[in-house]
């Protein structure tokens, strides 16, 4: 099966800039998990959706938001940049299917740099 | 608040030394507890999952264990392919927390 793919792989963005990153999780997987690697921070949890609602959320300020499309796949919008939202954000998809109980497999990333 | 914290950030090792990483953990009703091997700039790969004390699993030259308060990811006879860095993750009544990591350095 298909693993878990995102897009793009790098952007470069300035201050005060929107942001729009796409993943599509395991074929046939309903949920998708974001996550935030900054440096020196370590993987922070952003935004869970499965069946097209958000589900959870991490302790992320309001202009970091998304949504799930009927097909499964999902954006990470992020408004109004900051330096400090330069970071590899991954995108998890559950391995047996939606329940969020189990382990997650990750896309490649996608590279933010904000100057 | 559940709780990951991973010792050492960074270890260097000759090829074939044996080592074991550690991660100490705090959560509300375990779930399961995750080992991630991630090589720099891409995402991570799955390596093992826990569930309960006492569970072991082994894959190739890595063998994961698990006690109340911490899990073990030990290393025997690393190879420079080894390098990477280890993250150690736990699901408890929140999605997934994870550790800072221990990066890993094989030197042959």
């Known amino acids: 099966e298909a693993g878990v793919t995102q897009s793009p792989t790098h952007l470069i963005k300035t201050r005060g800039q929107q942001v729009t990153l796409r993943c599509s999780p395991i074929?046939?997987?309903?949920?998708v998990y974001w996550y935030q690697q900054a440096l020196g921070l370590g993987l922070q949890f952003l935004l869970w959706y499965d069946e097209g609602e958000e589900r959870n959320r991490g302790n992320f300020p309001p202009r970091f938001s998304g949504r799930q499309f009927p097909n499964y796949s999902s954006e990470l919008n992020v408004n109004a940049l900051e330096l400090e939202d330069s970071a590899l954000y991954l995108c998890?998809?559950?391995?047996?299917?939606?329940?969020?109980?189990?382990?997650?497999?990750f896309g490649p990333g996608t590279r933010l740099t904000v100057l | 608040e559940d709780q990951v914290t991973q010792s050492p950030e960074a270890l260097r090792l000759q090829e074939g030394e044996s080592s074991s990483l550690n991660c100490s953990y705090t959560?509300?009703?375990?779930?399961?507890l995750f080992w991630y091997r991630q090589d720099p700039g891409k995402g991570p790969e799955f390596l093992f999952t826990?569930?309960?004390a006492g569970e072991e699993k082994e894959k190739e030259r890595l063998k994961a264990t698990l006690t109340k308060k911490e899990s073990f990811l030990h290393i025997t006879a690393p190879k420079p392919e080894d390098s990477a860095t280890y993250l150690c993750a736990v699901e408890g009544n929140t999605p997934l927390v994870f550790g800072k990591g221990t990066r890993l350095s094989v030197i042959a």
């Open positions: 074929s046939g997987h309903t949920s």
């Open positions: 826990l569930y309960s």
């Open positions: 998890a998809s559950p391995g047996s299917g939606g329940s969020g109980y189990n382990e997650q497999f």
């Open positions: 959560v509300s009703g375990l779930r399961g």
